[in-house]
């Protein structure tokens, strides 16, 4: 018997070849069926681009936005779910509240999908240091750090504020806030790079960072994994 992460009933999981030798502390737990069933899977029709919602699989309204300034180099995201009713209370606990062990929810969630993508760094967005004081830890590190070895090449400006604080048009008129850490050392001449986030809500904070990336890594092929879209 497995203690559902949520809503902490015990339930008979299905074990997977790959869950049974896995040492990740995700799998200590799990989500029931009933848990699992609240969040909503992206759908086999999506933009191919970032996963967001459109029809015959045709570029979204974003990623039609994002090619007026980048052209045919848009950053090819993926992501698990949709952001509904389900995701935004399971966010504003971990988040808002700081409840670390959600952390663990969120691993189970998206550690299928993120095991198929492979890269020779997978760099998180980093959370800012006012937020890190707040929560005590980095939230989105928490996330993956037990999931894949995680490069810390990413930091951020202070004061700008959180993004989940912000409106659509605020998120698109955000300025650069990322940079490179200066003991960071390139030791190849092109890299597999995943970044990793919680959410995409418009994308400006992913093309944010892989153009922070991008002033390092000019040959990189840059991609990113987000739970939600």
Not at 100 to 117: A, E, H, M
Not at 175 to 193: G, I, L, M
Request: glycine share 4%; proline share 3%; with cysteine.
């Amino acid at each position: 018997m497995t203690k559902c992460l949520l809503c902490g009933r015990y339930y008979t999981a299905k074990l997977s070849f790959t869950s049974l030798f896995s040492i990740s502390k995700c799998q200590e737990g799990g989500i029931c069926p009933n848990c699992l069933s609240k969040f909503d899977p992206v759908p086999a029709q999506h933009c191919p681009i970032c996963y967001g919602k459109a029809e015959n699989n045709e570029l979204c309204l974003d990623c039609r936005n994002w090619r007026q300034l980048y052209g045919n180099d848009l950053l090819s995201n993926q992501s698990v779910y949709l952001y509904n009713a389900a995701f935004h209370d399971l966010m504003v606990n971990y988040k808002r509240y700081g409840d670390y062990y959600l952390s663990y929810v969120l691993q189970t969630l998206c550690s299928n999908q993120l095991n198929k993508i492979k890269a020779d760094l997978y760099i998180p967005i980093p959370t800012s240091s006012e937020h890190i004081a707040k929560r005590q830890f980095d939230t989105i590190s928490a996330i993956y750090d037990n999931l894949v070895p995680l490069t810390h090449m990413l930091s951020k400006i202070s004061g700008f504020g959180a993004q989940g604080e912000k409106n659509r048009l605020e998120r698109l008129a955000s300025k650069q806030t990322f940079f490179v850490k200066e003991n960071f050392k390139v030791d190849r001449k092109s890299y597999r790079v995943l970044l990793l986030d919680d959410i995409y809500t418009t994308g400006r904070t992913l093309y944010h960072a892989r153009d922070a990336l991008k002033k390092v890594l000019p040959n990189a092929k840059i991609s990113s994994f987000t739970l939600c879209r």
